[in-house]
Nanobody, 123 residues
Framework: QVQLVESGGGLVQAGGSLRLSCAAS????????MAWFRQAPGKEREFVAA????????YYADSVKGRFTISRDNAKNTVYLQMNSLKPEDTAVYYC????????????????WGQGTQVTVSS
């Protein structure tokens, strides 16, 4: 069993930056694909970014490409999401996800999920 705990969310002004962290416990996730999803009020959960187990492959939603960067530190069992040039439309609860299979853009592909961290971007 894998437990995921997100941190780093908060309130930031438009144009600002935040760095989210997702710490895994229970077992090593060094061979797992990891991803970030987000869900805004009244909207469905959407894909943000994913990274392969090796860190060699990355995938981003078009809406965050060039602004967000996903990375991982397998020695720390942690994945990160660096968010720059934040916009009010980035406001959402951000979730970390993990799965032992290949990285995917689909939420149903991920077996393990964190509880989420709130990101609020003010205009």
């Amino acid at each position: 069993q894998v437990q995921l705990v997100e941190s780093g969310g908060g309130l930031v002004q438009a144009g600002g930056s935040l760095r989210l962290s997702c710490a895994a416990s229970g077992r090593t996730v060094s061979s797992y694909a990891m991803a970030w999803f987000r869900q805004a009020p009244g909207k469905e959960r959407e894909f943000v970014a994913a990274i392969s187990w090796s860190g060699g492959s990355y995938y981003y939603a078009d809406s965050v490409k060039g602004r967000f960067t996903i990375s991982r530190d397998n020695a720390k069992n942690t994945v990160y999401l660096q968010m720059n040039s934040l916009k009010p439309e980035d406001t959402a609860v951000y979730y970390c996800a993990a799965d032992p299979s290949l990285a995917s853009l689909r939420s149903r592909s991920y077996k393990y999920w964190g509880q989420g961290t709130q990101v609020t971007v003010s205009s």
